[in-house]
DNA sequence: CTTTTGACTTATT
DNA sequence: AAATAAGCCAAAA
């Protein structure tokens, strides 16, 4: 039955948030790439913006700017805060360091 | 089937 | 460095 291998994007997708290791963050481009589509980016922010799960950290996935894609009205301060909340930094101008916080496929050689 | 859309990315100005 | 344009892909209407 059924279709094992007949999984959407959109779930390979929210598999692919869901291995992002805590204080971590991922952009749109390498959740994309990830879940077998490099140049689907924008699916995945489309996605998630109608996914509606709960286990799903959202909030670990940013853009290649390292900054928070939501607009303001739209969550971005709550994204922001839910990352400080896992140690991840901010400079000044609202922007995580990708070469130290961003997901590199694992944490073991973190730094 | 076609058209629209969107939490993107990269190149160009 | 900041703003603009074009390319890109998958799902929804």
Known sequence: MS???KHC???????VIRRIPHG???TYGQVAALAGAPRAAR???WILHRSG??????????NSQGRISLPPY???DLQRA???????EFDHNDRVD??????????????
């Open 24 to 26: 971590r963050v991922a």
């Open 43 to 45: 699916q995945v922010g």
């Open 98 to 111: 990708l070469q130290r916080f961003g997901w590199h496929g694992d944490q073991t050689a973190a730094r």
């Open 82 to 88: 839910l990352l400080l909340e896992e140690a991840v």
């Open 53 to 62: 799960e709960d286990d799903l950290p959202w909030h670990r996935v940013i």
């Open 74 to 76: 739209g969550g971005h």
């Open 9 to 15: 994007f959109r779930e390979r997708v929210l598999a």
């Open 3 to 5: 279709n094992p291998a």
